[in-house]
């Protein structure tokens, strides 16, 4: 099941084409029809606020707290293989190698602890490969505090003590690109994490520049900064052109929904390209980082978060 198009300049109504043939398909049809609910009658509009309010009721297990902490349901062996089979037609199991040979910005997507490590590690890998990016490599994350969990894993990997998510960004940098120390230091302390924002810079011999930063929240009283606060701080630190492709690395898992609020928050207002990969697990970089095994419930999870983010993106389209 293909995503939206990321193609540079694409139209509003491909890219509308392309959120209606997703949440259309027959895998997620299904899924819904096996939770009880029918199929919402209306437009595009209606049918995503429809799914939206109903995998709110269905597949909401975070209830407001960080993805560690969302609850497991408990669901039978048929519907288990049926979220499976769904999640894997959906795009978000299998992982696909970039389709280019070179791009504008590599931008790599935080994540918890262990996610850190891979997907930076993964874009070393990319990069030494020979993809080639003639802008700067972008690690985008927040001031989200590591829980002891994640501080375990880090610890376990051979890492110093990190406090935060970008720490650990910063810290997998270090590591993947055999760095010691960044050439460039800027940010500012806004009193608040959710205020503030900081930059590192490193410069590895014969790669690209690599960037390291934390975005503040575009609502600060509520909330940390999420992933599109995230991609948009970083497009207002560099010089984005039309046309521009721009390659993103996450978890497969969520390659639906950052594609598309990568669509929302760069394609949309910049006129460059998206193409969004999932690190794969099977590069020999990360053999030393497994991925822990994947629940139904997180899948369905983020079935919801990738409805979700086609609603918003659907919303911003002129």
């Known amino acids: 099941m293909s995503l939206p198009t990321g193609e540079a300049g694409a139209s509003p109504e491909d890219l509308a084409a392309g959120v209606r043939d997703w949440v259309d398909s027959a895998p997620l049809r299904a899924l819904v029809a096996h939770f009880g609910g029918d199929w919402p009658p209306g437009d595009l509009a209606t ?19 960080e993805r560690p902490d969302a609850r497991e349901p408990a669901l039978d062996d048929g519907t288990v293989r049926l979220v499976l089979d769904a999640a894997a ?3 978000l199991v299998r992982p696909a190698p970039p389709a280019r040979p070179a791009y504008a910005h590599l931008v790599v997507l935080g994540g918890l602890a262990r ?10 890998h990319l990069l030494r490969a020979g993809t080639r990016v003639a802008g700067e490599v972008a690690v985008l994350g927040s001031f989200r505090p590591l829980s002891e969990w994640e501080q ?6 051979g890492l110093a003590p990190c406090a935060t998510e ?22 500012h302390d806004g009193g608040h994490p959710h205020h503030s924002w900081s930059a590192r810079t490193y410069r590895p011999a014969g790669l690209p520049p690599v960037r390291v930063l934390a975005a503040p929240s575009s609502e600060p009283d509520r909330r940390r900064a999420h992933t599109a606060d995230t991609q948009r701080f970083w497009a207002e630190h560099v010089r984005l052109s039309p046309g521009d492709p721009v390659l993103l ?27 969004t990969v999932g690190v794969d697990p099977a590069v020999p970089d990360l053999t030393r980082l497994p991925e822990p095994t994947l629940s139904p419930g997180r899948y369905l999870q983020e079935i919801r978060s990738a409805i979700r983010a086609m609603r918003a993106l659907h919303r911003a389209l002129p």
Do not use: K, N
């Not at 898992?253 to 193409?275: K, N, S, W």
């Open 166 to 187: 970008v720490d650990a960004l910063d810290a997998a940098v270090r590591l993947a690109f055999r760095m010691t120390a960044a050439s460039e230091e800027d940010g």
């Open 152 to 157: 375990r894993t880090l610890a376990d990997a």
């Open 249 to 275: 690395v996450t978890a497969p898992i969520y390659v639906p929904f950052q594609h598309c609020d990568a669509l929302r928050t760069l394609a949309l207002p910049y006129g460059c390209g998206i193409e």
């Open 47 to 65: 049918v995503l606020a429809r799914l939206d309010d109903f995998s709110a009721r269905h597949w909401d297990f975070r209830g407001g707290r």
């Open 115 to 124: 996610a850190c490590l891979r997907r930076v590690s993964y874009a070393g």
């Open 89 to 91: 037609a959906l795009g």
